[in-house]
């Protein structure tokens, strides 16, 4: 089956005691034993609620994966997969990346006695060097948020399997549509479902997809046993999401490319970091390992103040200013002080990250009007 085609139909049959064709919101906490340790498989729902099982089936098809399980946001997802290493582990993560990710590596498992190396994931010559009889997961995001690196999911994972290493690839920015890591051999795919694959902004939500069973089994133990898990109503919100995650993705596509050469070719923008330029340094790889190069982009400012940026940020009228991504309408977001205000400023702009950056998730509006609101505010500066 094709991926439009999986999206629609992966894991979902009508209902066995209704025939609704859209799978119930089974809003309960416990179910009725005939006696007890005599179920119906089902005993409490923080281990098995029908609607999250539903999606975990739906999730891990859209990725090609065997096994899928559902998080209450996609920082939980994040947190799970941490929480199968032990204290003296090591990891390797990018330098550049979600803030929050950043935020929970550094300030909540470092104290757990876990030790976390941030290198530039584009070479994998950086992460050689750091490998050490300690490391146990690679953490790779791509392309990487907010400057748009692209990491070479093949050969890190490669690298990786030689040293017996774990690889989890945070797949939010690229969704099942763009690229699918575990068929380049990453170990576990993680999606915040905040963002594309709900693509509304109306649920917080996180996945893990993945193909080995007893990894599976480890993450589903930590999923009901620390309990971050989704209300059957968000897992409902994603299924409906996932759907039309193909026709969406096919218009943020469309309209970032656009917008990304309107961008390049103004005469007060200064960087345009988009993977699909093919002069960007990680094009080549992109071309290779995603579908197309989706909506979401950073640019600086000739001028390159931070007044000016501010200005430009507050001047937007259907680019709404706001964190977040991923979803139908377009967002305007400044990441040092908004999305990455958690990575200390030093080490920001070490990466490139700097204070004038602005970050765009282009929507899936007719695009003439987001040039339009682009131009204005570009000319009101
Ligand atoms: C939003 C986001 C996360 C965190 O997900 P939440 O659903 O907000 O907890 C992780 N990684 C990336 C790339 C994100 O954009």
Redesign the pocket.
């Known amino acids: 089956m094709k991926l439009a085609t999986k999206l629609i139909h992966g894991g979902i049959e009508p209902d066995p005691s209704t025939g609704a064709i859209m799978t119930p919101i089974f809003q309960t906490s416990t179910y009725v034993q005939e006696a007890p340790g005599k179920n119906k498989g089902y005993e409490y729902a923080r281990s098995q609620n029908p609607t999250r099982m539903v999606l975990e089936e739906a999730l891990a098809i859209s990725e090609n994966g065997k096994f899928g399980l559902c998080f209450?946001?996609?920082?939980?997802?994040?947190d799970a997969v941490i929480k199968l290493l032990s204290p003296g582990d090591e990891v390797i993560a990018g330098n550049d990346?979600?803030g929050?990710?950043y935020r929970l590596f550094s300030k909540v498992f470092e104290k757990f006695g876990i030790k976390f190396h941030y290198v530039d994931m584009s070479s994998t010559d950086n992460i050689s060097k750091v490998i050490n009889e300690k490391t146990r997961l690679l953490w790779i995001?791509t392309p990487t948020?907010p400057l748009m690196n692209i990491v070479d999911i093949a050969s890190v994972t490669k690298l990786a399997k030689q040293k017996k290493i774990l690889t989890c690839v945070?797949n939010?920015?690229a969704s099942p549509y763009l690229q699918n890591p575990l068929d380049l051999g990453a170990d576990i795919v993680?999606?915040?479902?905040?963002?594309y694959l709900g693509g509304h902004s109306d649920v917080?939500?996180?996945c893990l997809m993945m193909n080995d069973r007893d990894l599976r089994d480890q993450l589903y133990f930590i999923q009901k046993s620390c309990g971050a898990v989704p209300g059957p109503q968000d897992c409902f919100l994603i299924l409906r999401g996932l759907k039309t995650l193909h026709l969406r993705m096919e218009r943020h596509c469309i309209n970032g490319e656009q917008v990304a050469n309107y961008l390049r070719n103004h005469s007060k923008v200064g960087k345009v970091y988009w993977c699909g330029f093919e002069d960007h340094p990680g094009y080549a790889v992109a071309k290779k390992q995603m579908r197309g190069f989706g909506g979401m982009m950073s640019f600086t400012l000739k001028d390159d103040s931070v007044e000016k940026a501010m200005k430009l940020l507050s001047s937007t009228k259907l680019f709404a200013l706001a964190?977040?991504?991923?979803g139908v309408e377009s967002l305007i977001n400044h990441p040092a002080t908004m999305?990455h205000a958690s990575i200390p400023r030093e080490e920001r702009i070490k990466n490139g990250l700097t204070d004038s950056l602005i970050r765009l998730s282009v929507g899936v509006e007719d695009i003439t009007d987001l040039i339009d609101d682009l131009n204005q505010a570009l000319e009101s500066l």
């Open positions: 209450s946001s996609g920082v939980a997802a994040t990346m979600y929050g990710t995001e948020n945070d939010t920015f993680m999606h915040s479902a905040t963002k917080i939500h996180g964190e977040s991504l991923g999305t």
